[in-house]
């Protein structure tokens, strides 16, 4: 059975950084593109950043451009964002899973940039 587990979320000011975890367990990411999405209050959840199994970059939100960086750790199973110049626009719940097939979603972890 395939599990995210999201990490790294928190209350930052705007202009902050933060650096998000994605452990996945029960799949083996390095055959698969990854991705990361997150879901606003109120909102459709939405694509953030994904990343092909080799680790070049498939697409950025036009939002996040500039700002966001989407990388993998293949033999830690591990997928990351690192999210810098973060505005209140951001906060949301951010969660990882494939890019190809959704898979069923992990709790994720929340991002609130608040002053």
């Known amino acids: 059975q395939v599990q995210f587990v999201e990490s790294g979320g928190g209350l930052v000011q705007p202009g902050g950084s933060l650096g998000l975890s994605c452990v996945v367990s029960g799949l083996g990411v390095s055959n698969y593109p990854m991705s990361w999405y997150r879901q606003a209050p109120w909102k459709e959840r939405e694509l953030v950043a994904a990343i092909s199994s080799g680790g070049s970059i498939l697409k950025y939100a036009d939002a996040v451009k500039g700002r966001f960086t989407i990388s993998r750790d293949n033999a830690k199973n591990t997928v990351f964002l690192q999210m810098n110049s973060l505005k209140p626009e951001d906060t949301a719940v951010y969660y990882c899973?494939?890019?190809?097939?959704?898979?069923?979603w992990g709790q994720g972890t929340q991002v609130t940039v608040s002053s």
């Open positions: 899973n494939r890019y190809d097939v959704l898979r069923p």
